[in-house]
């Protein structure tokens, strides 16, 4: 028995037109998988097969949330996951992907859906994916409010932090006098 063999929906064993299959990919799920990406989360995926004539369509949608680092404190943060997708099946002698369709083995009889709902997730989170402002860890802030050097005209996602006009280095920032020389490096060349 496969560890994801309840996410197996048999394409030649469909009774009716159309039917309808629900999987609750909770820790067991994300554990299963072993990926970095996402490791923890609780998501309702409904996906509807429709059969037509010598092809299957499969309609996902995804809703949930996943939990994940973030990027500015690297505690972990609740991503909420809403995405719909198409994917056509048919079958074949060898499994493949060709264009927007998918080739399953005939004698296999059905499709595996475990990795097409993991990789729906990773592609639903955001590039940079940060708390709500105000959110993030305190001490992990005011860490970063000590180590950060940038200048006013900056335009990065720290501005949400409530950084004090005082605390914000401009141009006049002392520097360590032993770099003091690195900055005629560009005018020698």
Same mark, same amino acid.
């Given at each position: 028995m496969?560890?994801?063999?309840?996410?197996? %929906?048999?394409? *030649? @064993?469909?009774?009716t037109e159309t039917q309808v299959f629900e999987f609750d990919l909770d820790?067991?799920?994300?554990?299963?998988?072993?990926s970095p990406e996402v490791q923890h989360g609780n998501i309702k995926a409904i996906v509807?097969?429709?059969?037509?004539?010598?092809l299957f369509d499969l309609n996902f949608e995804l809703n949930g949330i996943i939990q994940i680092p973030c990027d500015r404190c690297l505690d972990d943060m609740n991503?909420? %996951?809403?995405? *719909? @997708?198409?994917?056509?099946?048919?079958?074949?002698?060898?499994?493949?992907?060709?264009?927007?369709?998918?080739?399953?083995?005939?004698?296999?009889g059905g499709i595996?859906?475990?990795?097409?709902?993991?990789?729906?997730i990773v592609l639903n989170i955001p590039m940079k994916h940060v708390h709500a402002p105000g959110e993030c860890n305190k001490t992990m802030v005011s860490k970063l409010k000590k180590h950060i050097t940038r200048q006013r005209t900056d335009d990065?996602?720290?501005d949400d932090i409530d950084f004090e006009e005082d605390e914000i280095?401009?141009?006049e920032t002392t520097t360590d006098p032993r770099w003091d020389g690195?900055?005629?490096?560009?005018?020698?060349?």
């Amino acid at each position: 028995m496969s560890k994801f063999e309840r996410y197996n %929906i048999p394409l *030649k @064993e469909l009774k009716t037109e159309t039917q309808v299959f629900e999987f609750d990919l909770d820790e067991n799920y994300f554990k299963k998988i072993d990926s970095p990406e996402v490791q923890h989360g609780n998501i309702k995926a409904i996906v509807t097969v429709r059969k037509k004539t010598g092809l299957f369509d499969l309609n996902f949608e995804l809703n949930g949330i996943i939990q994940i680092p973030c990027d500015r404190c690297l505690d972990d943060m609740n991503q909420p %996951i809403q995405y *719909k @997708e198409k994917i056509q099946v048919k079958f074949g002698d060898n499994f493949s992907e060709e264009d927007d369709i998918v080739i399953v083995p005939e004698a296999d009889g059905g499709i595996n859906i475990a990795w097409f709902l993991y990789e729906f997730i990773v592609l639903n989170i955001p590039m940079k994916h940060v708390h709500a402002p105000g959110e993030c860890n305190k001490t992990m802030v005011s860490k970063l409010k000590k180590h950060i050097t940038r200048q006013r005209t900056d335009d990065d996602d720290l501005d949400d932090i409530d950084f004090e006009e005082d605390e914000i280095p401009t141009d006049e920032t002392t520097t360590d006098p032993r770099w003091d020389g690195l900055q005629n490096i560009f005018e020698n060349n």
